[in-house]
């Protein structure tokens, strides 16, 4: 596993939206920022927010290639660390590894790779960047 990987779901949820929204939220459907609201329902737990302009609620995942995904934050942020990894290195992962180092099965892995086309592994590069998991 790679080194610095966050394993707790809230704090890869704080991370990807840092770096996404850089402390203000902004809504995917209007780009609207000063009509969103964090919605403190026990219902739908942490990481909601609402938009008071388009009436739709939403989280960091909506509009990224994590969206309407099962796996956990961590999962997707162990991920994107672990290929960071392999293309510095010069090396291409396979899918059992992935699966491995996840902990999750082969499919879930399989999907995740497909999610993460090749127009997207050039910015893979470039970490520092712009969000590149954004669709």
């Known amino acids: ?70 796996i956990t934050l961590g999962k997707w942020l162990d991920l994107f660390s672990i290929l960071f990894e392999a293309d510095r290195n010069h090396r291409r992962l396979k899918v059992s590894e992935i699966s491995h180092a996840l902990e999750i099965t082969r499919k879930s892995a399989r999907l995740m790779l497909d999610r993460i086309k090749p127009q997207n592994e050039p910015r893979l590069r470039s970490w520092d960047g712009p969000v590149w998991w954004e669709r």
């Not at 209007?30 to 403190?40: D, F, G, H, P, W």
């Not at 737990?45 to 995904?69: D, N, P, Q």
């Open 1 to 70: 596993m790679a080194q610095g990987v966050i394993t707790n779901e809230q704090a890869a949820r704080r991370y990807f939206e840092y770096h996404r929204w850089h402390g203000c939220p902004v809504c995917p459907f209007c780009k609207k920022a000063e009509t969103v609201k964090i919605l403190n329902s026990k219902s739908m737990g942490e990481g909601w927010y609402h938009c008071r302009e388009c009436r739709l609620k939403f989280t960091v995942r909506v509009g990224t290639i994590m969206a309407r995904s099962h």
